[in-house]
């Protein structure tokens, strides 16, 4: 795995509240434009940072279909192709990952509610499976999966199951290739609908996770289950919110403590905060960060974690017109020291709004990003790979 290399900037570098730390410009930025509204579902680099697989869900016109992209250090398309396209035909929505080798696993389904799950063999077609996800939906009208994550013991699903009476019911599931459960635990139910689930499966065999519902938030929950589905822990995080809360990110710490990362929206003012929250095996808080740089922070990804820091990757962006409208998101890369805390920022100036889906250190000592790219006066994204060398 690339790791960062925690500098001596660390040790001098202020930290200022309402302006990033350093304003930089891309070495290097590519778009890919796709017809429709694509996002970075996955993203693989090679072991030495020269070349990179994306996998993207692509949505146009009601049709949803999945591409993969594999670039070279410097942004060169090496091959970019549409995959499984008559198995997401009718398909509304599409969680694809990559496994190992050359195989690549899609959960899917429709509005309907039904859902389905293949693995595909990309070097040998003949040997790729493709399995209803029956058990999961027994006894609802509905199904939604909304996180899905390659786990030592399976496949871990979440999302929710709605009943006749318009109950749903938000779930995690372990299941093997053949779509069959190997266990299932069921969070709790409710009129409101589940709309993300940030997952991370955990080297015990379980998982933390954390729901983003359809409705305005009173705080952050996150849960996490052992080996076995049992539920050891459900705590909120302590967030005051108004309108937004979510966690977007998770890593694991060699000595078990979990990271969580995200943002939420205080009462006062109306802004999107960074938050990063350390949480121990037993659900205990080990310490808390809030950070903000210009109107709005969100972070997005945890691209680095050991015990002496983090690295972190979101936007930054000023206040629209609308309440909680974000203007103008640059790309925000952020290295936190443990344990006291401190954090500086790098801001990546670029037109248009930049969302970062993931990251990784180059070797050379800079850092690499590939997330959305959503054009000026455009509501459709593309996709774009960005490398920035900071120079201290």
């Known amino acids: 795995m690339l790791r960062i290399t925690i500098i001596p900037m660390l040790l001098t570098a202020a930290s200022f509240s309402?302006?990033?730390d350093y304003t930089l410009e891309w070495d290097m930025m590519q778009i890919y434009e796709f017809d429709g509204s694509a996002e970075v579902e996955d993203f693989t680099a090679s072991q030495r940072g020269t070349d990179f697989r994306v996998l993207c869900s692509v949505h146009s016109g009601g049709s949803t279909g999945v591409w993969i992209l594999e670039l070279s250090s410097e942004g060169a398309v090496l091959n970019r192709s549409e995959i499984?396209?008559?198995v997401l035909s009718g398909a509304d929505w599409v969680l694809p990952r990559f496994l190992t080798g050359n195989t690549v696993m899609l959960v899917y389904g429709t509005e309907e509610g039904e859902a389905g799950m293949s693995v595909l063999d990309m070097g040998c077609p003949s040997n790729s499976s493709d399995v209803p996800l029956e058990e999961i939906s027994?006894?609802?009208?509905?199904?939604?999966?909304?996180?899905?994550?390659?786990?030592?013991?399976?496949?871990i699903i979440a999302g929710e199951t709605v009943t006749e009476g318009y109950t749903g019911t938000f779930f995690v599931a372990c299941i093997n290739s053949q779509g069959e459960i190997l266990w299932k635990n069921d969070l709790g139910s409710g009129e409101v609908g589940c709309a993300e689930t940030c997952l991370l499966p955990l080297q015990d065999g379980g998982c933390i996770l954390s729901n983003l519902y359809d409705v305005f938030?009173?705080?952050?929950?996150?849960?996490?289950?052992?080996?076995?589905?049992?539920?050891?822990?459900?705590?909120?995080?302590?967030?005051?919110?108004?309108?937004?809360?979510?966690?977007?990110?998770?890593?694991?710490?060699?000595?078990?403590?979990?990271?969580?990362?995200?943002?939420?929206?205080?009462?006062m003012p109306d802004q999107f905060r960074g938050i990063t929250v350390c949480l121990d095996p037993a659900g205990g808080e080990v310490w808390r960060s809030i950070d903000w740089y210009m109107d709005h922070t969100s972070f997005k990804v945890i691209f680095d974690c050991h015990e002496d820091g983090l690295a972190l990757a979101g936007w930054t962006g000023i206040a629209g017109e609308y309440m909680l409208e974000v203007q103008d998101r640059d790309a925000l890369i952020a290295i936190m020291q443990i344990p006291d805390g401190r954090m500086v920022g790098f801001s990546v100036r670029e037109d248009g709004d930049q969302i970062p889906a993931a990251a990784v250190s180059l070797e050379q000592g800079g850092f690499l990003v590939m997330g959305e790219h959503i054009p000026e006066n455009s509501e459709d994204s593309d996709i774009f790979m960005g490398r920035v060398f900071p120079e201290l």
């Open 18 to 20: 309402d302006i990033p």
């Open 217 to 267: 938030p009173s705080d952050i929950y996150v849960h996490r289950l052992n080996g076995e589905g049992e539920s050891l822990w459900s705590i909120p995080l302590g967030f005051e919110c108004d309108l937004h809360a979510s966690i977007n990110g998770f890593a694991e710490m060699e000595n078990g403590d979990v990271i969580c990362t995200g943002s939420y929206d205080p009462p």
């Open 84 to 86: 499984a396209s008559d």
């Open 138 to 155: 027994s006894g609802s009208v509905y199904l939604k999966v909304t996180a899905a994550e390659p786990s030592n013991s399976g496949v």
